[in-house]
T-cell receptor, first 113, second 112 residues
Framework: GQQLNQSPQSMFIQEGEDVSMNCTSSSIFNTWLWYKQDPGEGPVLLIALYKAGELTSNGRLTAQFGITRKDSFLNISASIPSDVGIYFCAGRGAETSYDKVIFGPGTSLSVIP | DSGVTQTPKHLITATGQRVTLRCSPRSGDLSVYWYQQSLDQGLQFLIQYYNGEERAKGNILERFSAQQFPDLHSELNLSSLELGDSALYFC???????????FGSGTRLTVV
């Protein structure tokens, strides 16, 4: 079935550094979503992408929908301590309009002050 | 507050028992989704309802069932519980299929 891979699995960065993480699949997706989850909380939607090639920003976050529709990346600029958490990519497949959203395994981000 | 309400927040129960998790979607959202999150499995899609009807099914066990009521709230029923069912159960809602989901804060189920 459809599966998403995220890399890196975890990262430790210094406060102020930029962060880049990506999400790949062997399947084509119609929608890419990026979520952040804090401990003990539900995932919070950061950015939604609906068209191949689309580049969308939300404050210090920028995400792109890959041209092949099989990948997406998320960049965080000038990281701060509150960026700590698990970042999930999620995608909705291209097979039917009712396709469920599947989630990647997550990238755990730690920011060292 | 995301607008999606899940109750209870925590649940501890014994193996073999049955529990019901409840979700109230964000106002105006017609779709409700249930996900299971365990440490080694990530977020696993269980089932989706749209305006009272089952829309999509994921890796939901036969011991689990769900429904969405006319007021759009949803319940996830877990029966014959096993230790491996211990996990965070999230409900999410959306206006329609092609929008991002809004998640609730989850129900942590511990089966002992």
């Amino acid at each position: 079935g459809q599966q998403l891979n995220q890399s890196p699995q975890s990262m430790f960065i210094q406060e102020g550094e930029d962060v880049s993480m990506n999400c790949t699949s062997s399947s084509i997706f119609n929608t890419w979503l990026w979520y952040k989850q804090d401990p003990g909380e539900g995932p919070v939607l950061l950015i939604a992408l609906y068209k191949a090639g689309e580049l969308t920003s939300n404050g210090r976050l920028t995400a792109q929908f890959g041209i092949t529709r099989k990948d997406s990346f998320l960049n965080i600029s000038a990281s701060i301590p509150s960026d700590v958490g698990i970042y999930f990519c999620a995608g909705r497949g291209a097979e039917t309009s009712y396709d469920k959203v599947i989630f990647g395994p997550g990238t755990s981000l730690s920011v060292i002050p | 507050d995301s607008g999606v309400t899940q109750t209870p927040k925590h649940l501890i129960t014994a193996t073999g028992q049955r529990v019901t998790l409840r979700c109230s979607p964000r106002s105006g959202d017609l779709s409700v989704y249930w996900y299971q999150q365990s440490l080694d499995q990530g977020l696993q899609f269980l089932i989706q309802y749209y305006n009272g009807e089952e829309r999509a099914k994921g890796n939901i066990l036969e011991r689990f069932s769900a429904q969405q009521f006319p007021d759009l709230h949803s319940e996830l029923n877990l029966s014959s519980l096993e230790l491996g069912d211990s996990a965070l159960y999230f409900c999410a809602s959306s206006v329609a299929d092609n929008y991002g989901y809004t998640f609730g804060s989850g129900t942590r189920l511990t089966v002992v």
